[in-house]
């Protein structure tokens, strides 16, 4: 006799998180005795029903979520689940709901199916530069007291920019935190939307400097 229900857990996706890239979603299963079946329910929440996962040869969000067809079953093993998805499956800027169940010998169902919702997000963050006035007027002075940019990306947004000063178009000369020896770059974290405060930073007149800006 056992009426102790299973588990099936989710690893893959984390609940809340942005991705690029996600060719397999995974988990584990639990139980007292032994979990027979796993099995996947996958929303597209940012599309109109009917929009659940069918798996091959469909591939596609084309499913009734109502339907018991809308849970197919787990790859790997019932203790270290996965499924593997063609890189097409995933479309930017889209939030998908991935749903996992587990049922054991008894044929006793899991209570409460486990959840975790994300985001694709294959849109490369920029950063650019706008005083001084890139490559318009390239040229500033002492009572410049920033170097300021602009960022762009969604849906994820940006969470650092990091400047890096060369007083050697970038073949070393690196700012370091004390002066330009740096032989590689020293990146410089900023404030949002981007923000280099200027005050302790070596520049001599006359010197024309690299700045490499990256996000992240």
Not at 19 to 27: A, E, W
Not at 73 to 101: C, D, E, I, M
Not at 134 to 155: C, H, I, K, Q, R
Request: proline share 7%; glycine share 8%.
């Amino acid at each position: 006799y056992d009426n102790t229900p299973p588990f099936a857990g989710i690893a893959a996706p984390l609940p809340g998180v942005f991705y690029r890239s996600l060719p397999v979603l995974s988990g584990a299963g639990f139980d007292n005795v032994a979990v027979t079946t796993i099995s996947l329910s996958i929303e597209n929440t940012s599309k109109a029903a009917p929009n659940c996962y069918r798996p091959n040869p469909n591939n596609d969000f084309e499913g009734d979520c109502g339907a018991p067809s809308a849970w197919f079953k787990a790859q790997g093993t019932t203790t270290s689940w996965t499924y593997t998805f063609a890189p097409s499956t995933w479309q930017h800027n889209n939030v998908y709901l991935v749903r996992s169940s587990a049922t054991d010998n008894a044929l006793t169902a899991q209570t409460a199916t486990s959840s975790a919702t994300f985001t694709f997000d294959i849109v490369v963050p920029t950063a650019s530069m706008t005083t001084p006035n890139m490559p318009g007027s390239p040229y500033f002075n002492e009572l410049l007291a920033s170097f300021v940019g602009g960022t762009v990306d969604s849906p994820a947004g940006i969470a650092t920019v990091f400047v890096a000063l060369s007083s050697n178009a970038g073949a070393g000369g690196w700012w370091n935190g004390s002066d330009f020896t740096g032989a590689a770059e020293t990146y410089l974290p900023t404030t949002a939307n981007w923000n280099l405060a200027l005050a302790g930073i070596g520049f001599a007149n006359g010197k024309q400097y690299l700045a490499r800006v990256r996000t992240r």
